[in-house]
């Protein structure tokens, strides 16, 4: 059955420090990965989308990362700012038939303390 | 860019009636996407369209759920009649090509809160 498992539900952080959330999904076959960061009360936004042969993509302080082999992806976030504090959602992509199909992690609620 | 709208963005109605979401996408993006988000269950996808024509409305729960792309810019997600388990924030979400590929960027909408009492 096609997955995605998102680790932590949630996460409590101070300010200025480093954190990584997890990814592992048995999607087959593969076509991208994606991350989404979700501001309480509002839509999602992309912030990266990673095919099968990339291993590492940043976008600022976010730097994605994954392991097509063991089906694990992250998402490291430096230095964290107040502005952080948001869901962090990982949507696999893959195709059948014809189309693309999306299967998304619930997220992890990420919460930055002053 | 305005970028996708949607309304209304909040919505209380009693079980049983009509509800009407609606959904203008980013003009010049060729396919738009339904998805409904609830605490449970987390992000799903209902129906998408690409050049106005549904592609895939395998994630719409049930026979009282439809929507319609009449032109470029403009959808309805249709609810009737409601329940109070449809209760959930629904999205609308549009991008340049199919929104699916390596390429694709997918661009939300805040949403519409529908509680259904």
């Known amino acids: 059955k096609n997955q995605v498992e998102q680790s932590p539900q949630s996460l409590i952080i101070l300010e200025g420090k480093n954190c990584t959330l997890q990814?592992?999904?048995?999607?087959?076959?593969?076509?991208?990965l994606r991350w989404y960061k979700q501001d309480t009360g509002r839509g999602p936004v992309s912030l990266t989308i990673?095919?099968?042969?990339?291993n590492t993509k940043s976008n600022g302080r976010y730097t994605a990362t994954l392991d097509a082999d063991t089906k694990q992806s992250s998402l490291h976030i430096t230095a964290s700012q107040l502005s952080d504090s948001a869901s962090y959602i990982c949507?696999?992509?893959?195709?059948?038939?014809?189309?693309?199909?999306?299967?998304f992690g619930k997220g992890t609620k990420l919460s930055v303390k002053p | 860019d305005a970028g996708v709208i949607q309304s209304p963005r909040h919505e209380v109605t009693e079980m049983g009636q009509e509800v009407t979401l609606r959904c203008k996408p980013i003009s010049g993006h060729n396919s738009l996407f339904w998805y409904r988000q609830t605490m449970m269950r987390g992000l799903e996808l209902l129906i998408y369209?690409?050049?106005?024509?549904?592609?895939?409305d395998s994630g719409m729960p049930e026979d009282r759920f439809s929507a319609k792309m009449p032109n470029a810019s403009f959808s309805t997600l249709k609810i009737q009649p409601s329940e109070p388990r449809d209760s959930a924030v629904y999205f609308c979400?549009?991008?340049?090509?199919?929104?699916?590929?390596?390429?694709?960027?997918?661009?939300f909408g805040p949403g519409t809160r529908l509680l259904v009492l």
């Open positions: 979400a549009s991008s340049l090509a199919g929104g699916q590929g390596e390429g694709e960027t997918q661009y």
């Open positions: 949507v696999v992509i893959w195709y059948g038939g014809s189309q693309g199909n999306l299967i």
């Open positions: 990673m095919t099968f042969s990339e």
């Open positions: 369209f690409n050049n106005n024509v549904p592609i895939d």
């Open positions: 990814c592992n999904y048995t999607v087959s076959p593969f076509s991208n």
